[in-house]
C-alpha cells in the first residue's frame, strides 16, 4: 500500500522545513518568515508517530494470525507424516484449506528525520567465482566443453543411463532453463550474463550450491566409480588428466562429508570458498552431466522408495525439485479432488513461500501444476530443448 496524500504532503512540507530552518540557524540573523517552517518539524514528527502507531497496531494483529497460520501448517505436515508412518489413509482436512494471511494495514511509514538508504542486496557468487575458487581451494580448473552442445551431449546420455525418461529431462530442462540456457546458465542471468545472479542456482535443472555439496556428500562415491571407468578406455594424456580430476573429487567429497549429512549443514559449507569450489564441478564435461542428473534421480528413487509406482511426469518430478523430495511427493500423491481445494503454502516453510510469487500466484496444488506444465508446453518448443530431445531419441 502506497503512503497517502496526507503522509505525503506532510514529508514534503517537513524536507523543505527542515533545509529553512538549517539556512537559518547558520545566518548571522534570523530571516523573516521562517518560524512557521521550524514549526512544522514537531507537527511532522507527531504525525509520524501517530502513523507509526497504526502501523505497528495494524501489523501486529497480521503478525499474530500469521504466525498461528504457519504453525498450524507445521503441526499438519508432522500429522500427515506420522500417519503416513504407520500406513494410515490421509483425509482433507490434513491439510490447512485456508490460504495465508496477508497484511493489509498502513505501510510502516517512514521517519522524516532519518533519511531512507535503499537496503544493500548482498552479493550473489558467479560462475567466475566459482573457478576461482575451484583454482584457489583445490587447484582445478574444470574441463570446460567446446560448445553446449557437447555438453548437451554428454548430460543426454547420463539422463539416459540413469533411466529418466526423456520427456522428464526435455520438460525440466525447458521450465529449469528457459529452453534454450547453456550449461552454465545461472539464475537471473537467464537472458543477460552480465546481469545480477539471483541465487547460485546453475546449469540445466539450476542446483543451488546447496545441492552440489549435498549430492557430492551423499553420491560423490558413485561418481568416482564412473570415472574410474571410463579410465581404461581413455589416451594417455586423457588417462592422466582425469586421474587428477578422480584425486580432486576425493578431496572434494572428504569436504563435503565433513559434516553431519543434513541441509542445514551442507548450505554452510556451500557458503564457503571450498563449497563454490565445489559448485564449478557442474561445469566440468565429465562431472556436470553426472550432478545435473543425479538431481532428478533422487527425487526419482525417493519417489520409489515410498513405493510411488508409475512414472512421475516432468511436472510432478519439478514439484520434488521445487519445495523438497518430501513436500513434492506429499503433493503427487494427492488424490485428484483434492488437488484444487489444497494451498500451495502447505509445501513450504514461510520465509520459502515468501520468496515464491509462482507458488503465491497460483495457490493451489492444481493451479501450480497446471502453471508448470503450460509452462514446460512453451518452452519446449524453443531451439535448446528441441535439440536436447533429439539427443534423447
Not at 79 to 100: I, S
Request: charged letters at 20%.
Amino acid at each position: 500500500m502506497n503512503i497517502g496524500p496526507i503522509y505525503r504532503g506532510t514529508l514534503f512540507s517537513l524536507a523543505a522545513g527542515i533545509v529553512l530552518v538549517s539556512a537559518a540557524l547558520r545566518a548571522p540573523v534570523a530571516a523573516q518568515g521562517t518560524q512557521p517552517m521550524a514549526d512544522s518539524a514537531p507537527a511532522a514528527m507527531e504525525q509520524y508517530r501517530r502513523a507509526l502507531d497504526a502501523y505497528e497496531q495494524a501489523h501486529a494483529i497480521y503478525a499474530a494470525a500469521a504466525s498461528a497460520y504457519w504453525h498450524e501448517i507445521a503441526a499438519k505436515r508432522g500429522l500427515r507424516n506420522g500417519k503416513r508412518a504407520h500406513g494410515e489413509a490421509l483425509a482433507l482436512d490434513d491439510y490447512v484449506l485456508a490460504q495465508p494471511p496477508v497484511y493489509s494495514g498502513p505501510p510502516k511509514p517512514p521517519n522524516p528525520l532519518e533519511p531512507e538508504v535503499p537496503p544493500q542486496r548482498p552479493y550473489v557468487p558467479v560462475v567466475a567465482d566459482f573457478l576461482s575458487a575451484a583454482e584457489r581451494e583445490f587447484n582445478f580448473a574444470p574441463q570446460l566443453p567446446q560448445s553446449d552442445d557437447q555438453f548437451k551431449r554428454a548430460y543426454a546420455d547420463a539422463a539416459l543411463g540413469a533411466g529418466l525418461t526423456p520427456d522428464q529431462v526435455v520438460r525440466i530442462y525447458s521450465f529449469e532453463a528457459t529452453g534454450n540456457g547453456s550449461y552454465d546458465v545461472e539464475a537471473g542471468r537467464e537472458f543477460n550474463k552480465h546481469a545480477r545472479a539471483i541465487t547460485t542456482a546453475l546449469g540445466y535443472n539450476q542446483l543451488l550450491a546447496t545441492n552440489t555439496v549435498e549430492i557430492i556428500a551423499e553420491d560423490g562415491s558413485h561418481f568416482l566409480t564412473e570415472l574410474q571407468a571410463r579410465d581404461a578406455s581413455l589416451p594417455a594424456d586423457r588417462q592422466r588428466a582425469l586421474a587428477s580430476k578422480i584425486e580432486v573429487l576425493r578431496r572434494m567429497i572428504a569436504f563435503a562429508r565433513s559434516v553431519p549429512d543434513a541441509w542445514g549443514q551442507h548450505e554452510m559449507l556451500a557458503n564457503t570458498e571450498k563449497g563454490l569450489a565445489v559448485h564449478a564441478l557442474n561445469l566440468d564435461l565429465d562431472v556436470g552431466p553426472l550432478l545435473q542428473t543425479q538431481k532428478l534421480l533422487d527425487s526419482v528413487m525417493f519417489a520409489r522408495r515410498k513405493g510411488f509406482a508409475r512414472t512421475l511426469s516432468a511436472a510432478e518430478l519439478e514439484m520434488m525439485n521445487l519445495t523438497g523430495d518430501g513436500n513434492g511427493f506429499d503433493m503427487v500423491t494427492m488424490p485428484l479432488p483434492w488437488r484444487d481445494k489444497v494451498p500451495t503454502a502447505n509445501f513450504f516453510q514461510p520465509s520459502g513461500y515468501a520468496d515464491n510469487p509462482v507458488a503465491q500466484r497460483n495457490n493451489t496444488v492444481a493451479k501450480l501444476i497446471a502453471a508448470t506444465n503450460a509452462r514446460m508446453d512453451e518452452e519446449s518448443r524453443k531451439p535448446g530443448a528441441e535439440e536436447l530431445a533429439s539427443l534423447l531419441r
